[in-house]
């Protein structure tokens, strides 16, 4: 169990276009989703928190204009880069907290390799 | 603020040699979680441990365990007889339970098994 799925797995998109990454969770609902953006040879830094049916809730120094966060479902959660530019290329990665278990584990999905030319 | 330090950017074994991966951390609140992810070059994130600060017991999952040491604030994690599979990144990390489930990553340490 605990599976997490994105799509797309990888993408290239020209300066200036959107982008939207989905997140979900197959076997389980998730209250929360977590969106976190990794550069290569780098940790993870978590960008945004994600609540079902609320606001996501945004970490200092991400501009919550730029990339929106919808949680509309118990097992969606979407993350839309707009007006993509170069700097904005990296490995985006969720992960997902189960409503019904006691531990706090966060299960991840599998990431997007975003290339914006 | 809480704060996982990993002080190994890189570790070498050797197959079927077991190997320890250093994790401390800092954090003044009581109760939190500590974890351990591996990730491999596709990039996918896979849950390997988990320790709770209130657990007597050290976590063991198959070939993984970790030597939680709560005064020393430190949680390692051992790999028995590695495996040419095991080469990765590994990362530690923190959660404050009841502090918004945010999960705050280490810098990763690169193990590489070799033959």
């Known amino acids: 169990g605990a599976v997490v799925s994105q799509h797309p797995s990888r993408v290239i998109c020209k300066s200036g276009t959107s982008v939207k990454i989905e997140c979900r969770s197959l076997?389980?609902?998730?209250?929360?989703m977590f969106w976190y953006r990794q550069f290569p040879k780098q940790s993870l830094m978590l960008m945004a928190t994600s609540n079902e049916g609320s606001k996501a809730t945004y970490e200092q120094g991400v501009e919550k204009d730029k990339f929106l966060i919808n949680h509309a479902s118990l097992t969606l959660s979407t993350l839309t880069v707009t007006s993509a530019h170069p700097e904005d290329s990296s490995f985006y990665i969720c992960?997902?907290?189960?409503?019904?278990?006691?531990?706090?584990?966060?299960?991840f999905g599998p990431g997007t390799r975003l290339l914006v030319l | 603020a809480q704060k996982i330090t990993q002080t190994q950017p890189g570790m070498f074994v050797q197959e079927k040699e077991a190997v320890t991966l250093d994790c401390t951390y800092d954090?003044?609140?009581?109760?939190?979680?500590l974890f351990w992810y591996k990730q491999p070059s596709s990039g996918e994130m896979i849950f390997l441990i988990y320790?709770?600060?209130?657990?007597?017991q050290n976590a063991t999952e198959g070939r993984y365990s970790l030597n939680f040491q709560k005064a020393r604030k430190s949680a390692n994690l051992v790999i028995s007889a590695s495996q040419l599979g095991d080469s990765a990144m590994y990362f530690c990390a923190m959660i404050l339970t009841g502090g918004g489930n945010k999960l705050t990553f280490g810098t990763g340490t690169q193990l590489k098994v070799e033959l």
């Open positions: 954090t003044s609140d009581p109760s939190y979680g």
């Open positions: 076997d389980f609902q998730a209250t929360t």
């Open positions: 992960s997902a907290r189960a409503r019904d278990r006691v531990q706090e584990t966060q299960y």
């Open positions: 320790q709770g600060s209130y657990d007597q």
